[in-house]
């Protein structure tokens, strides 16, 4: 793009041809004032607050510097009399519509009109006249605090909630003076489809929608703010936590993560009671002779574990323990978590709660596309040409996939929903196919079925980029349509209506949410799934691509650190001899050559008494899905259980040693989100009475037996991680940037956004034969 | 006084001037039939000859505002802007009611030579009749062949449409008037980008009033050298006056640009009421500044009144004599311009009530000298800062009374 050289107070700048002029003098390090502009989202040119004066001659205008673009040789003023004294007017006009309640108001102290008023030095004004008078807490949600008597109108709330969120339930109404901030039919924020994401608060520049906790609790300088990531969904989304006293307080989006560009849903935004809950663990507990639980310091809880697990072991075989992870872990947790397991109670029977689909998800991408995640990365979804939402409640669980899917179907993408239930999603979609229970893979078999049949497909991508087209063709043949409508519940009808939509715009991108409950455990559905992209032409390209993501939290960083039972670290199968004598090599242990079970499997076995020993980080068996009855039954079995978690659960009734750990966000390391990022963890404040990490303790546990596999540091754990995982390229983690970095990373430390398409006919793209 | 042959209001005042007939039979369409074998740029080239400028308020040159429509953008509109709402203005309503086809003639003309296949007519929702005027020629329009496919002939095709406002003035200004058009809340758009470049649906669109389009038949037929050969130096052609206030015949007039207004309020709209003296003219529409009556020999042109320290602006005179409370006058302008305010933009949106708030006192005499600062500190606020032109033009008529009228302000808060 060309250059343009402006003048802005007497410096030249050159910038972009297509700047405005506020970029401009942001460039320059020149400071303009503004308020309704925010830079993540759509212009709207509505306070004013940022004008300066564009100098022509003898003559000057004023231009809103937000929006104005620069011309060369434009001479710009931005702190002439002129606009000191517009901005001081709106300024004046804007506090003589204001409560002017600075010193009891929430915001106080991080409101931008406050500071805005001191910097232009205008006080609240002497103009008699009308003044707005609106209910104060005038909406009955959990979360939000509404009193849109401080409402300045910039109206940021409103394109939050269209742009970022997708919701539009803010709206304008009235006009002129009268002008308001409203809901459609003035209803109340959840009747009126609020989806509590939150954005409006985060945005609002005052305290005219502002987050209920904390009100009259803290004032803003008193809050502490502390960057991490959030741990509870796959998403990996970087946020800011204001806590006091070591109690979060509000959480915000941090925009320096491309994972979520600031956005957050309602669970990372609004769910961290269980963090300052009374219910957390504050003490280890043993359970004495006669049956009951004792409270303990942690080393000596720490022993009865070891020496627990030791006697099992010794008696019983490795194979008689299994170690079962939960999703909030760090990298470093699991890895340690699997090398305990593997090196110290010779088990393979080490596995997250996402792990059985993680594994499938490899195994099958893999297989196909030589890239065993998620192909592309979340901001690709808002870029795709039409989407399949498939798997899991996508805006309840896998939340930014969702609100980028819908950016995209405003830029005209056709979005297909695909769920049993009548999902949130479904509202913006195109298409709502009701599909049956488990009819994934079925559907995905059919569209391929019609897209082979109809001729939809990219001739020209599959020729180029992709081998063994034949194999999947032949077996689609043998696929019966009936059967197909049998297993999706759909009509035969609606199937082809969908494949023809989700073919009709390319890139066709796959949006695919492991749901615990129905989704498939095989990599044959993520292989079918790989199969449908290619014929589509839309895999290896911008906003295309298989968007595989996981059950929880972390389980993507669980299942690239070896938190799986059949893979080191770094995919690496067990039962591989090379696999086994390269940990030889870096453990010096020598580990079973049976790849271990998935923790369905091991609920199996526990029943059938062959796995005596469970060791539980961070999960609660009752939340598995499962019936509590079943769960009780099971644990009642065991002859041991160690429960290691954050806040009590019902399992600690259960347990034998119980463990107090931190939350997510009183831990560092890093977390891998579902599109390959890493990024590092900060501490947003130290755990209650200095409590050991899950990390610690495990380590600890190593030390109890065999003190040679102890890991110095989380630091050292990742180092030692890398010498299986090739595809983090060597990377240290105090090289990871704020913005994560993607796996694979090359050698010059530069990671991945999505997965290239193959080059000079190398490694192409694998279709393997479809089956039901 | 100088009785000029009328141009745009030839029509208006022959038994069933609204029907195509009647336009035909005085030479309608003609001027359609000559554009269509011109090229496209031979018929803007016609049109920037004549040096015609916008009618609709702002004064831009028509034909310069043809030659921004991109030539390579393969889908363009023409919106018609109907919607007429400045106080004093009432031409457009006369041309839509009496003389339908004079503008549709031009807006086939105007599409035609910027490449558009479809355009829009923006009316105004209280012109009801106005509105099955409208229909009414498009439909006979179409079925004399002059809409629609191949359009006599020719190879172009042109579909119109009407769509009525819901009664709001923003909805005037043009990029409002396309979000009106698109169906959302009438608001103006962040400029650049013009219409021209990012319009209706974000296609090229040209906006253009439809007095301006009703002389476009005539600048083909006649020639752009014929029409500016009428006017001033930067003010060419006809144009159609609406007298209003306190003169003895008010009514629309249509007089080459730069008759003087003192020809205009004595010799056509009958002097003023009662023999009385004037107090103060707005030459252009609410929004322009007042003039005194010294100012009474400015000849009615765009550079001739912006001299004056007004502006032409729509055209629509308004007569005050020498009995009119002028905080009064101003008062109640500002009243339509405070109900009108869309609120996009903060000057405008408060700013206009705390206008309102200090008028409504003095007029009702309970202001103070502070009201009066007030007033004109908040004024010269919004003059020129504001989103859109509104908030200026609500601006102007304070500004202007101050300046012009002081005393009479403060003669109000004599009490107090
Ligand atoms: C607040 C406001 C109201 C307006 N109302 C009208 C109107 O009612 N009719 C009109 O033709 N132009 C109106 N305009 C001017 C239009 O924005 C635009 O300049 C005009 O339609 C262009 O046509 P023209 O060049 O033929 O005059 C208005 C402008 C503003 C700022
Ligand atoms: S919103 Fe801001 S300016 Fe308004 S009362 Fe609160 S702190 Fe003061
Ligand atoms: S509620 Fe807040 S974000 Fe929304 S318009 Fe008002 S001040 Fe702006
Ligand atoms: S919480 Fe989210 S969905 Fe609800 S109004 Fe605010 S931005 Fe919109
Ligand atoms: S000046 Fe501002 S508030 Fe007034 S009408 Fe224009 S955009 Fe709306
Ligand atoms: S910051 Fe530019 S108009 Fe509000």
């Known amino acids: 793009m060309a250059n343009v050289t402006l003048k802005i107070n007497g410096q030249e700048v050159t910038v972009e041809n297509g700047a405005t002029i506020l970029e401009a003098a942001k460039q320059a390090g020149i400071y303009i004032p503004t308020l309704c502009y925010h830079p993540w989202l759509p212009l709207e040119e509505a306070c004013r607050i940022c004008v300066v004066e564009e100098v022509r001659g003898d003559w000057s205008s004023l231009a809103a510097a937000c929006v104005y673009p620069v011309r060369t040789g434009m001479v710009i003023e931005t702190d002439s009399p002129k606009v000191t004294e517009a901005r001081r007017t709106i300024m004046d006009l804007l506090l003589s519509d204001h409560p002017n309640d600075c010193m009891t108001c929430y915001a106080t102290g991080e409101c931008e009109l406050q500071d805005l008023a001191h910097l232009c030095a205008v006080k609240a004004t002497k103009y008699a006249g009308a003044r707005h008078q609106y209910e104060i807490d005038s909406d009955p949600n959990p979360n939000l605090h509404i009193d849109m008597n401080k409402c300045i109108l910039c109206r940021r709330c409103i394109r939050a909630c269209h742009d970022i969120q997708g919701a539009d339930i803010w709206t304008k109404v009235g006009r002129g003076f009268d002008q308001r901030i409203s809901t459609a039919f003035d209803l109340p924020l959840l009747d009126a489809g609020c989806e509590m994401c939150g954005h409006c608060a985060d945005f609002c520049p005052v305290d005219a929608i502002g987050f209920r906790k904390g009100r009259g609790e803290a004032r803003s300088w008193q809050l502490h703010r502390a960057s991490t990531i959030c741990l509870q969904c796959p998403s990996g989304c970087r946020a800011e936590y204001d806590s ?34 009374p219910d957390r663990l504050n003490e280890a507990a043993t359970r004495n002779d006669t049956g009951e639980l004792d409270g303990s310091s942690i080393e000596p809880a720490l022993e009865t574990a070891a020496s627990a697990l030791r006697r099992i072991r010794d008696a019983s075989g490795g194979d008689a323990i299994a170690v079962l992870c939960g999703g909030m872990l760090t990298n470093e947790e699991y890895y340690l978590a699997q090398k305990l397991a593997r090196c110290a109670l010779s088990s393979n029977h080490i596995d997250n709660v996402g792990g059985p689909w993680q594994q499938a998800i490899y195994e099958g991408l893999d297989a196909s596309l030589g890239l065993g995640a998620m192909t592309n990365s979340l901001n690709d979804i808002a870029r795709a040409g039409a989407i399949l939402a498939l798997g899991s409640n996508t805006l309840e669980n896998h939340a930014i996939a969702a609100i980028r899917a819908r950016k995209a179907a405003r830029e005209g993408a056709p979005l297909i929903v695909a769920n049993a239930a009548r999902v949130l999603l479904s509202k913006t979609a195109n298409l709502y196919l009701p599909l049956k229970e488990g009819g994934d893979a079925a559907l995905v078999l059919g569209l391929m079925k019609v897209i082979v049949e109809e001729e939809l497909h990219d001739r020209k991508f599959l020729e180029e980029y992709t081998q063994d087209l034949a194999k999947l063709e032949r077996s689609l043949q043998k696929v019966n349509m009936a059967e197909i409508v049998e297993k999706t519940g759909l009509s035969e009808d609606e199937i082809r209506s969908a494949a023809r939509l989700y073919a009709s715009r390319r890139p066709a991108c796959l949006v695919y949410g492991v749901d615990l409950l129905n989704s498939p455990t095989s990599d044959t559905f993520f292989k079918m799934c790989a199969s449908l992209q290619m014929l589509l032409g839309s895999v290896g390209v911008v906003g295309g691509g298989v968007n595989a993501m996981g059950a929880a939290g972390n389980c993507q960083g669980a299942a690239d650190f070896g938190a799986l039972p059949k893979y080191l670290p770094g995919y690496r199968p067990v039962t591989a001899a090379a696999s086994r004598k390269l940990a030889g090599t870096v453990w010096g242990a020598e580990l079973p050559k049976k790849a271990g079970m998935s923790w369905p499997e091991m609920l199996g076995a526990i029943e059938k008494g062959e796995i005596k020993a469970l060791y539980l980080i961070g999960i609660d068996p009752f939340a598995l899905g499962l019936s509590k009855l079943k769960i009780e039954g099971l644990l009642a079995r065991l002859e041991l259980l160690i429960v290691q978690d954050s806040n009590r659960t019902k399992a600690c009734d259960y347990a034998h040693v119980v463990l107090p750990a931190p939350t ?17 963890l900060d501490k947003v404040f130290a755990p209650p009475q200095g409590a050991p990490s899950d990390f610690e303790l495990i380590n600890t546990l190593l030390g109890f037996l065999n003190p040679q596999l102890q890991v110095a540091s989380p630091e050292a754990a990742f180092a030692e991680a890398t010498r299986f995982m090739s595809e983090l390229g060597g990377v240290r983690p105090e090289q990871i940037p704020v913005e994560g970095l993607q796996w ?27 089956r039901l | 006084m100088t009785n000029w042959e009328p141009v745009l209001l030839a029509n208006v005042n022959r038994p069933n001037s609204e029907k195509i007939d009647t336009y035909l039979r005085y030479g309608g369409y003609e001027a359609l039939r000559k554009a269509l074998k011109m090229t496209p740029d031979q018929v803007t080239a016609e049109v920037k000859t004549s040096e015609i400028r916008g009618r609709g308020g702002a004064g831009f040159p028509a034909g310069v505002k043809w030659g921004f429509m991109p030539k390579d953008a393969p889908v363009k509109y023409l919106a018609i ?30 599409s035609y030579a910027i490449g558009a296949h479809r355009a829009f007519v923006y009316i105004r929702g209280e012109f009801f009749l106005g509105v099955k005027r409208w229909i009414k020629a498009i439909s006979d329009a179409y079925q004399k062949g002059f809409l629609g496919k191949n359009i006599l002939g020719s190879g172009f095709d042109l579909d119109v449409s009407v769509h009525r406002g819901a009664g709001a003035y923003i909805c005037g200004e043009e990029t409002a008037m396309l979000e009106s058009l698109e169906g959302k809340r009438g608001v103006p758009r962040t400029k650049p980008p013009f219409p021209a470049q990012k ?33 001033t130096e930067k003010s060419k052609g006809m144009k159609i006056f609406c007298i209003s206030g306190h003169v003895n015949s008010p009514g629309n007039f249509e007089l080459p640009l730069g008759t003087p207004l003192k020809e205009i309020i004595y010799e056509h709209a009958g002097g003023v009421r009662k023999g009385r003296d004037i107090k103060a003219i707005i030459p252009g529409g609410s929004s322009t500044p007042f003039l005194t009556a010294e100012k009474i020999n400015t000849p009615m042109g765009f550079e001739t009144l912006q001299a004056a320290g007004s502006a032409l602006g729509t055209g629509a005179i308004i007569v005050m004599d ?30 206009g009530q705390r206008m309102l708030s200090s008028l409504e006192r003095l007029a009702g005499g309970k202001g103070s000298k502070q009201d009066i600062e007030d007033l004109e500190y908040v004024a010269k606020g919004i003059y020129g800062r504001t989103f859109c032109p509104m908030g200026t033009g609500m601006a102007e008529p304070v500004l202007s009374g101050l300046r012009l009228f002081r005393p009479e302000f403060e003669m109000k808060t004599a009490k107090n």
């Open chain 1, 244 to 277: 006091i006293e070591s109690k979060i307080v509000r959480v915000l989006g941090d925009f320096r993560s491309p994972a979520n560009h600031g956005a957050l849903c309602k669970r990372g935004r609004f769910n961290f009671d269980f963090i300052n809950s």
């Open chain 1, 664 to 680: 997510f966000v009183e831990k560092a390391g890093t977390a891998t989100n579902c599109e390959r990022r890493v990024q590092r």
């Open chain 1, 744 to 770: 694979p990373v090359d050698s010059q430390g530069i990671g991945t956004e999505r997965l290239p398409l193959p080059e000079n006919g190398k490694n192409k793209f694998k279709f393997f034969a479809a």
């Open chain 2, 81 to 110: 802007n109907t919607d007429e709402g400045e106080p004093g203005t009432f031409k457009d309503r006369l041309i839509v009611e009496r003389d339908p086809h004079s503008i549709l003639e031009g807006v086939i003309i105007a």
């Open chain 2, 199 to 231: 319009g209706f649906w974000g296609k090229p669109t040209l906006v253009q009033n439809c007095e301006t389009l009703a002389n476009i038949p005539h600048i083909i037929l006649r020639g752009g050298k014929w029409y500016s050969s009428i006017g």
């Open chain 2, 322 to 351: 020498e009995t009119t409370d002028m905080v009064e006058v101003v008062r109640r302008i500002t009243r339509f311009y405070v109900h009108e305010s869309c609120g996009y933009c903060f000057p405008c949106r408060i700013g």
